[in-house]
């Protein structure tokens, strides 16, 4: 992505120029680590034999975006394996990159499970680590980028498409088939139960709740399940036809042929070399100097090092992933339904982002989203401080996976907004749900005798139907929350109101749909997202600024005042199941599933 820079901009980066002081520091640090990085050269100087051609890089299971905010002795726990992400993945690619000596990288995947948003970073990674070699060694000189696939899902095989050699296990599978969905519909069953669910919506396509009041696909449902999977099944079609050259009217015909063998995917050029592991050195090479393939962490403090230039600026970076809810943020050891493995809790994300606030030091903040919604008020909150945070500094918000329902909520306040082609966003609409058990408790002879004061205090009652007056309540709720989210749609959009009607209801874009109709800025990875925070920013160069984790601050911090004028994985597994309890016991789970107006895209939806 090219970003410009207007003379305004360029105004604020003069302006940034370090002081006497701080330019002798930062002279001082340069001159350090050119230092270490030549003593560290030196060294591989006298043990350059022991670089090898290739170095091999391995991928299994998922990935996540960023590094989990783990204590760093887990690094010294004996059997502990920090989980994979993108951001690592770079890290290493990077190192990779700098060395002269290496003719490419080679990436394993071995039971490799990327979404399709992630196969898209990783293309633009590598073709990122791709440009760094050719601007270091030339045009004609660049490392390779290999992938040897074993067992690989959609994603990671789109992904492996975009390799310079792309080789697979003789008995391994091309098991792109296309997309399905079939959601399970549960309304007669519950009926035989006694129980009867009551959904009350303003969006018709707000489908979250759909499989208890239906028997089947509504129209709305069946149209929007037809728009997302158009586009994500020619995201599909396109990054294979463009990484292996091929037709796209041929891949799709390849495809509806799947399954395919490993000898059929090569024959349809889908894949360009079988072999089994140990025949890369000579595939790499020749027979007579077969390739040496190390693996990085053999040979990491082996690697050439360049110095870093002194860093320009510091942009924050916040992850809010899980389904929103009110109090502290919750990780599962299992995941939940509906809920998921954790929960992005409002007291936790309040504290979190004041602290970016408050500290100086960030010039711009990158907020990574990844959020199907959940709580309405925790929404709010959490909507609240980033529009707080926006005013004192840049931010740029970068969605994952999902963004959509109270994650797009969360998401409407940031300065500008990136997502991936395939990225699930939008959902802007109010859900809220209960179950009537007056059924199932006669059933079992069983019945409730209830005392009461006020007239609508039985309103959230397992055995009270919602008609008359508390409907009309409900209803009523639902269109002031409704509003609310558009209002904030509409102002941090600049959308009019007019035109939000036709993007709003419930409906659920890919982040391609969501870029022609203005609910998001620009397409692209979270490199995409620094640049733009750093365009926001005034700093001058991407490359030359740090990035640093903004965790939850030790000491809690009160909300500060603002002025008139502004007016205008990562825990241990004893305490995921601590938390669990606590979501379960403590009230946060029936609180949420008997009285809360949600923001919640349908979990059946399409995210592959």
Known sequence: MTVAVDDGQEAAAMDRQPGLWARAWMAAGL?????????????????????????????SGGLLERDPDVP?????????????????????????AADPDIRGVILFFKGATLSLAQAQSLTALLERFRRRTRTLYGEDAGQRVVVYVEQANTGALVAASTADLLVMAPLADWEIVGLRAAPL?????????????????????KTAADSFIFSELSDPARDQYNWLFDSLYADIVDGIAAGRKLGAETVRSLIDRGPLTAAEALAGGLVDALAYEDELPVLLGTVEEPAVIKSFGRVRRLLYRRPRPPALGTVGVISLGGTIMPGASRSFPVPLPLFGDETIGSTTAQQIIRAARQDDGLDAVVVHVDSPGGSALASDLIWRELALLNRAKPVII???DVAASGGYYIA??????????????GSIG????????????????????AVTRGAHAGIYGDTVEWQGELLERVEQSLQQTYAAFKARVTEGRSLDPAALEELAGGRVWTGAQAHVNGLVDALGDFQTAVDLACVEAGLPDSRRVDLVAVAEPKR???????????LLFGRRQSQQIADLAAFVLDGELSNLLERERVWLMAPHLPRI
């Open 72 to 96: 760093w002795y887990y690094d010294y726990v004996p059997g502990y394996r920090a989980p994979q992400s993108l951001e690592g993945l770079e890290r290493r690619l990077m190192r990779i």
């Open 430 to 449: 109010v859900i809220i749900a209960k179950a009537n058990l007056a059924g199932a408790y006669a059933k079992a002879s069983a019945h409730e005798d």
């Open 185 to 205: 519909f549960l309304k007669e069953t519950l009926a035989r139960l006694g129980v009867e669910v009551q959904v009350v919506r303003v969006a018709p396509w």
């Open 412 to 425: 409407a306040p940031g300065r500008k907004i990136v997502a991936q082609r395939a990225t699930l966003t």
């Open 556 to 566: 809690w911090l009160a909300a500060e005042p603002v002025a008139a004028a502004q």
């Open 398 to 400: 970068y969605m994952g």
């Open 31 to 59: 001159g350090w680590r050119r230092l270490w990085c030549g003593a560290s050269n030196a060294r591989r100087r006298l043990l350059r034999r022991r670089l090898p051609g290739y170095v091999a890089l391995t991928v």
